[in-house]
């Protein structure tokens, strides 16, 4: 089975320009999350959906952050605009609820650079 | 809220002997604590979990122990292998999915 996938897997761009990650869960997986991780901070969850639908979104840092979900095989998350200090390893995972522990699949990350 | 602590933050072993990384958590309400393997350049793996009705659980090579008086668990892995060498993270549930993570413990196994 395809695990998460995750584009682009690297980023560079100018501070002030507006970057979109793209995520494609599991398929059937019915929970999505995007996390974000720094040196400093570590592995953050910045925001979740179930079914679609955002559930907890604490995590997301500021405006500048949104996310959507528009369907059960599709998720954004975009930056606008972008700061240096946006500059981590932001990755997406997903699962399935009444699984086996909550187990969460993470993709293999966006690595975005913001100069 | 929850804190999880996660010690040492690096850890160098002999191929063969074992590695013991350890975490601590705050809330006494967390009940599921899953250890995650981060390769370089790649996401974090589920390599096992233990939920608090249990106090240990192995996996080959790999077990984990709580110990939910204390508030604390650990990774234990057996006659490492260089294909260890990783950052293991510990995280703490309370039944939901806003895991909180450790800091990292980067596992260095020297051939």
């Known amino acids: 089975d395809a695990g998460v996938i995750q584009s682009p897997r690297h980023e560079v761009t100018e501070m002030g320009q507006e970057v979109t990650l793209r995520c494609k869960p599991i398929?059937?997986?019915?929970?999505l999350f995007w996390y974000r991780q720094t040196m400093m901070r570590g592995l953050e969850l910045l925001i979740y959906?179930?079914?679609?639908?955002?559930?907890?979104d604490s995590g997301m840092p500021e405006d500048r952050f949104s996310a959507k979900m528009p369907n059960a095989s599709f998720s954004t998350l975009k930056i606008q605009p972008s700061e240096p200090r946006d500059s981590a390893v932001y990755f997406c995972?997903?699962?399935?609820?009444?699984?086996?522990?909550?187990?969460?699949?993470f993709g293999e990350g966006s690595w975005l650079t913001v100069v | 809220g929850e804190n999880v602590e996660q010690h040492p933050s690096t850890l160098s072993v002999q191929e063969g002997d074992s590695a013991v990384i350890k975490c601590t958590y705050s809330?006494?309400?967390?009940?599921?604590f899953p250890w995650y393997k981060q390769e370089l350049g790649k996401g974090p793996q589920l390599i096992i979990d233990?939920?608090?009705?249990?106090g240990e659980k192995k996996d080959q090579r790999i077990a984990v122990t709580l110990n939910k008086t204390a508030k604390h668990f650990s990774l234990h892995i057996t006659e490492t292998q260089p294909e260890d060498s990783a950052v293991y993270f510990c995280?703490?549930?309370?039944?939901?999915?806003?895991?909180?993570f450790g800091t990292g413990t980067r596992l260095k196994v020297l051939a």
């Open positions: 995972a997903s699962s399935l609820a009444g699984n086996s522990g909550n187990t969460i699949y």
């Open positions: 398929s059937g997986h019915d929970y």
């Open positions: 959906f179930n079914n679609n639908v955002p559930i907890d």
């Open positions: 809330d006494s309400a967390s009940n599921y």
């Open positions: 233990i939920r608090s009705n249990v």
């Open positions: 995280a703490a549930s309370k039944g939901t999915y806003k895991y909180i």
